[in-house]
């Protein structure tokens, strides 16, 4: 076993599964003998040539199309957006094409794409490289989501993701990308997609959260230990479809919930969680479910950006008081 | 009359026959008169399915339907160059290609008439279906043909788009890619005149479209679409040029919108019908039959029997799209991922719940 990073996780993942399955090939801009911008795709251009890792040109949209075209015709195609502020112009073909080819079609035709975009703030990176577009994906009938949160499960998912016969947004935390190593077998194993894992084990209050905020959850948990609280943390991983009987069945254990993400407030998919758990355990709560997001604001330039993203400290200030309102 | 130049005079575009049914150069030997008869049939089926589709929508029985009146040798002329392992990727206007492909009328219908399984046909299995965003589609025909070629098929890729969405930035970044790639697509610029209510003129500034390619490194001809010889000779060359991996291909067609943009349009609004009285005198089929008539290939009894057969083989798709019951709610769940995720069971359940006693008929 190798201690990876998330990015050479993500790196070894791709290796592994176009080894072992000729119908992959990666394209995207400066992903070729760059090895893309953060270096996900380093040396697999050496290693599986010019027609599998295609350095594209730079037109977002077409990636996306000519990426549906190739996965309809029998390839799976793993599309890199180099930054999430550059991702919207896919939205056209992913919303209108990529999601429901294989509606439109009866199954007759589909679409098994990987849309790949390093994702989220942190890394003091210029203007439209910082969005947290989740929940506009999450409210496309048809795709899938994919937020991973360490290197193992980034390797996992993303060959989930390449293996699922539908098309999936695969969003990866770019402040994560070397913040830890952490030992990964590279031996194709794939994890569930559609599935929260429980990140960590407790009775007091159940802490959701998703990619690179389960640092400042996973941190804030251990504050509160210390504080004699005991959090139960979920890594949603698979925003949609969402797992809920795994968040319910921990709120229904703890009674209280505080969910936790980096995208802005209003209309998030914290919200969508929120909503969940009052329609299915309303009863079961000792205290009203709390968000803690960003703020209703443009990702702000790098001074700024710790203000934005939600600390440590307003995440254990959420659990203080729903603690305090049971 | 006999216009004896191998242009359209006022355009330059290539052309075989003149608005008469002249010959302007010779017919190339790739055409049989078989073949040309074969073409003139499709044309006129196409024609009148048109015909009957939009009487349909007009008395409630289909949805907002997209007619081709006029722009019939485009897609036939287009889809009969073509081979059956090739691919389509249209528009929503192509119905004339997709026919010829194999695509039925039944299914034409039901797609227009609001049911899915309208493009799921039974054959041709790996076309596109209908394409409504603009120019999207272009982007699926590179990415289509890229994947034939890696996997080393002898698969071309034809494409439509109309004049109105070459002003779209996805015309332009497919097309792009096609260029650099040299993929073995072929992208048809169905030149009818008008996005809607907007000539061509108010959408592009250049003489042509199909100058369009030379942004992108890619060949651009313009041929009289109206035209079948010159649709069908020039697309031939394009798609063996393609399977030769010579590269891609643009190819503007020029035509004419005669009827409205779709049964949801009313082109007196915007259009003088003293210059649609005109276009009328330079549509194809008239032009392949003066032809055709002149040349002994046919007469007034075949002529007779092709509209019999055409308004039979119509009624019968007609019937049985009429007769195809709505799908259950189920549908909408069937195939929206490959296995349905446990979060959508109960959605689906409440559909279930509420769905009306009895099924629904063709509405």
Redo the contacts between chains.
Sequence with gaps: MAELSLVEAVNHALAYEMANDESV?LLGEDIGVNGGVFRATNGLQARFGR??V?D??L?E??I????????????K?VAEIQFTGFIYPTI??MI??ASR??????????CPMVLRSPYGAGIHAPEHHSESPEALFAHM??L?VVVPSSPARAYGLLLAAMR???PVVFLEPTRLYRLFKQEVADEGESLPL?ACFLSREGKDVTLVAWGAMMQETLAAADALEQQGVDAEVIDVATIK?????TILRSVEKTGRCVIIHEAPRTAGFGAEIAAEIAERALFSLLAPVKRVAAYDVVVPLSRLERQYIPSVDRIVDAVRSVMEGS | MGIHTSVDPETGAVRFLSPEGALCRPIPSSLSDELLVTLYRAMTRTRIFDGKAVALQRTGQLGTFASALGQEAVGVGAAAAMQAHDVLAPSYRDHGAQFLRGMTMAECLLYWGGDERGSDFAGPRLDFPNCVPVATQIAHAVGASYAFRLQRADRVVVTFIGDGGTANGGFYEALNMAGVWRTPTVIIINNNGWAISTPCALECAAPTLAQKGVAVGIEGWQIDGNDVVAVYDTVRQAVEKARAGQGPTLIEALTYRLGDHTTADDATRYRDPELVRREWAREPIARLRAYLLRKGAWNQEKEDALQRESLEEVGQAVNAYLATHSAGCDAMFDHLYATLPASYVSQRDTARRFEPKGGGGHG
Excluded: F
Aim: no cysteine; hydrophobic share 35%.
């Design positions: 090939l027609e599998r295609i594209t040109p037109a949209g077409a996306a199309g000519v990426a549906v075209g190739m996965a309809a015709m029998g390839l195609p056209d073909q209108n094409h080819l294989r509606n439109r079609t009866r199954g007759r035709l589909t009938p048809g899938r699922d016969p539908d559609d479809p969402l797992d809920m009987e």
